[in-house]
């Protein structure tokens, strides 16, 4: 069974973590900056680390621009390599919103591993995980990203993910449909890791959640925390997205799951 202790201590840190953000599906570093300045605001330092194609000075995915989840990871591998170079003695969390939890997953099982994990609403959206089968997951992994993929060579708007690099967009909608990651995943994380579910999650059902932590993770090293509706106080949300923009309550869970020294 995965723990559901709702804290660790970390108190033989003798300094406080830098975290970096990993970004949801279509979502740039920029509308992580109010949960940047919860971190700060706690003597941590936070980074919200850039989505291919996402920011506002950066190249769209195009025929011609494209790349996969290997090359995410890599952009993440590179972000900690520079945090490592430069303060050796600070611990690193990942903290993966969605799509970035599951790039941070593949992180930790194939480049040098973190000092911690943080995964909010990241699941394996595997359709048979979502209620009644997922069939809206079957149509978008079946049709309209392999259709529309091919017609365009990107994944063009309205469409979910949207502007989506042709590769990592195919990729996804593979593990749609077969529940298999994008990534070797022939072992399991072991990096002490928080993962958190929200409360009536329609992208990230609570069941997504738990198979994405038990196929995953080492049950060991998983504290688990499910944000209930009735827990949310004011100014703060819990919703897929909202959550980061109202996140002092994660925050607190955070710092406390890791022993802020």
Excluded: C
């Amino acid at each position: 069974m995965i723990s559901d202790v709702t804290g660790s201590s970390r108190g033989n840190q003798v300094t406080a973590p830098v975290v970096l953000i990993s970004p949801a599906m279509a979502i740039g570093s920029g509308y992580y900056r109010r949960l940047v300045e919860e971190f700060e605001s706690r003597g941590w330092y936070a980074q919200a680390l850039t989505r291919r194609g996402f920011e506002a000075d950066g190249r769209r995915a195009s025929r011609q621009h494209d790349w996969s989840y290997a090359d995410e990871i890599d952009d993440i591998e590179n972000a900690v390599a520079k945090v490592r170079a430069d303060d050796p003695d600070r611990p690193v969390l990942l903290l993966g919103h969605s799509l970035g939890g599951q790039l941070v997953v593949g992180h930790e099982l194939n480049r040098p591993p973190v000092d911690g994990v943080v995964t909010v609403g990241a699941s394996l959206p595997y359709h048979r995980h979502h209620p009644w089968g997922g069939p809206h997951l079957v149509v978008m992994g079946g049709v309209v990203v392999p259709v529309l993929t091919t017609l365009f060579g990107h994944l063009p708007k309205p469409a979910f993910g949207a502007p989506g690099a042709r590769t990592m967009m195919r990729e996804w909608s593979r593990m749609l449909l077969t529940g298999r990651t994008p990534y070797p995943s022939n072992r399991r994380v072991t990096t002490p890791s928080l993962v958190i579910s929200l409360e009536n999650d329609k992208m990230a059902p609570v069941g997504s959640i738990d198979a994405f932590t038990e196929l995953l993770f080492e049950d060991e090293v998983v504290t688990r925390w499910h944000y209930r509706d009735e827990d949310v106080l004011p100014g703060n949300s819990n919703d897929h997205i909202a959550w980061a923009r109202g996140a002092s309550q994660v925050v607190d869970r955070i710092v406390e799951w890791w022993g802020n020294p």
